[in-house]
């Protein structure tokens, strides 16, 4: 049996920190790419910025920092659900505020 717990929301200074290492990770491109043809460049910053989001949506466990697992917990018999996060290694259940709604999709 899991224990359900609220997740917090993604600390600043984490976003900071992301946002520093793409920062830097342009500027690294840049400079290396001087030479290179614009659309290389251009290619090369928005795979990065991909990658940036990816790792910053991310969820990590705020217990051990394990990976955490998406599961849509429905509401009764109605297309609702909660939006959880399974951590199978403190076998916590962080819970989400928002509701989701698959009727609007
Ligand atoms: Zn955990």
Not at 6 to 34: D, E, I, K, N, W
Not at 52 to 80: E, N, Q
Request: hydrophobic share 40%; with cysteine.
């Amino acid at each position: 049996m899991m224990i359900e717990k609220p997740l917090p929301p993604p600390s600043v200074s984490r976003a900071a920190a992301y946002a520093g290492s793409f920062a830097l990770f342009a500027a690294v491109v840049v400079m290396t790419l001087q030479q290179a043809h614009e659309l290389v460049t251009a290619s090369s910053l928005i795979f990065g910025m991909v990658t940036f989001a990816f790792l910053y949506y991310r969820r990590r466990c705020p217990g051990c920092g394990g990976l955490l697992r998406f599961r849509r917990d429905y509401i009764g018999d109605s297309p609702k659900f909660r939006c959880i996060h399974d951590c199978s290694q403190c076998g916590i259940a962080w819970c989400r505020d928002d509701i989701g709604d698959d009727s609007q999709t």
